[in-house]
């Protein structure tokens, strides 16, 4: 029960950062472990399963970089394994004359993200790529595009397993300690003996930090995102990625509509403060998570200053109508009755004690461990270009060639 690396977290973040490991370490042997009994379990299994472009990204951050890199990696993954995408399109609208600015600026953004493919429409152009939706300007992302992610997550899993490595789910971590150069990671199943740690547990990735003794300010604060379906007598409507402008104090991408890979459209996410970290349901309830955010001032001060915001998505979660309203600004055409339930999801939002979001990927790393403590959206279009991102930290901070 001895190893070279052990990565907690099989996500696509942890199979992507095990894969290029066991690619550029080929003699290493390698465990990724897994507390839940498949792949994919929860962020990454409950996305929506959008590739994005990178065109949103501040230029020069990780975000940007490893989109765009990793949106190249993932599609070529797809293509070579039988996994299921689509490089449908994706258009992002402007409603009215007012919003035109800000569509300019990402349109801006884009052209320096190096972005390829992507041009400015007017309205008739818009209306022949989705002619259901409404808006006076748009831009058109071309290779922006839907995959089935635990799909690849799946074909990860297979190759590292089949290289000779380890894939144990139903293994909960529950601590690390070091001696003599080693580190014994203690779990559900037993203590495994380790010389390198990896940490992508996302929404428990502040924790596992922390039982490794890493005490970063950071900490993981989870929203629900929640979705509807459209009915198959309206999914006509959407022909593929349908995005209103984001709003730039927030880390989200306001509500869109999303064809899916496997069948059927998805409208959504609203994004609530939810009081369990795995809270997909609304009356969703843990004791001890609720009392972490509670004790957290970082919180507080992002939710006094994003109070209004707060309550609007709290109305959507409750309001089908309220959805049904920001889902119109895009789609007129659609009814209270297109609009059926669909999966939620939960992000992990790191925050800084001082109430900001973190707005790129961010890692902590000790002579033997790397903590990856912020991986959002895009992290599951950029998991390989991540894991390409960790195997070079590994490289610097263990000082391994």
């Known amino acids: ?50 590739i994005h472009s990178g065109i949103y990204y501040k230029p020069g951050s990780y975000k940007a970089k490893n989109c765009v890199d990793g949106r190249y990696q993932l599609v070529q993954f797809c293509r070579e394994n039988d996994v299921a995408h689509d490089i ?9 004359e007012s919003e035109i600015p800000k569509l300019n600026e990402i349109y801006e953004r884009g052209l320096q993200n190096k972005i390829e493919g992507i041009r400015l429409i007017d309205e008739s152009e818009m209306k022949e790529i989705e002619p259901h939706v409404s808006g006076v300007k748009a831009i058109h992302v071309p290779c922006a595009g839907i ?35 080693q580190l ?115 919180f507080w001060k992002l939710a006094s200053q994003h109070w209004r915001m707060g309550i609007d998505e709290m109305y959507r979660s409750y309001s089908k109508r309220g959805f049904l309203k920001n889902l119109q600004k895009l789609i007129p055409s659609i009814e209270l009755d297109d609009l059926t339930g669909s999966p939620s999801g939960v992000r992990a939002m790191a925050l800084k004690p001082n109430g900001d979001i973190l707005d790129d990927f961010y890692y902590e790393t000790t002579d033997r461990e790397v903590h990856v403590l912020n991986a959002p959206s895009p992290a599951a279009t950029a998991g390989l270009a991540i894991g390409d991102e960790i195997v070079k930290k590994v490289q610097k901070n263990f000082e391994l060639v």
Do not use: W
């Open 147 to 181: 995959v089935d992610f635990v799909g690849v997550c799946n074909k990860l899993a297979h190759k590292i397993t089949q290289s000779g490595n380890r894939v144990e789910l139903n293994c909960k971590v529950l601590g690390t300690s070091q001696r003599d150069g």
């Open 1 to 50: 029960m001895n190893f070279d690396f052990t990565i907690v977290g099989a996500g696509i973040v942890g199979l992507s950062t095990a894969y290029k490991l066991s690619l550029s370490y080929p003699d290493a042997n390698i465990l990724v472990l897994e507390k839940e009994n498949r792949v994919a379990p929860h962020q990454t299994g409950h996305n929506s399963g959008v």
């Open 184 to 298: 014994s990671v203690r779990t559900s199943n037993g203590t495994y003996q380790s010389k390198y740690l990896i940490n992508c547990a996302g929404l428990h990735s502040d924790r596992v930090a922390r039982s490794s003794g890493v005490q970063s300010p950071v900490k993981i604060v989870p929203f629900r995102g929640e979705y509807y379906e459209l009915t198959p007598s309206a999914q006509h409507k959407v022909k593929g990625l349908i995005y209103p402008l984001p709003n730039p104090e927030f880390p989200f991408l306001g509500v869109h509509f999303t064809k899916m890979v496997l069948g059927g459209v998805e409208c959504g996410p609203n994004a609530v403060f939810t009081f369990k970290r795995e809270g997909y349901k609304k009356g969703s309830f843990d004791f001890r998570d609720t009392i972490e955010v509670a004790d957290f001032s970082g």
């Open 88 to 96: 449908c399109g994706k258009i992002i609208v402007a409603s009215d």
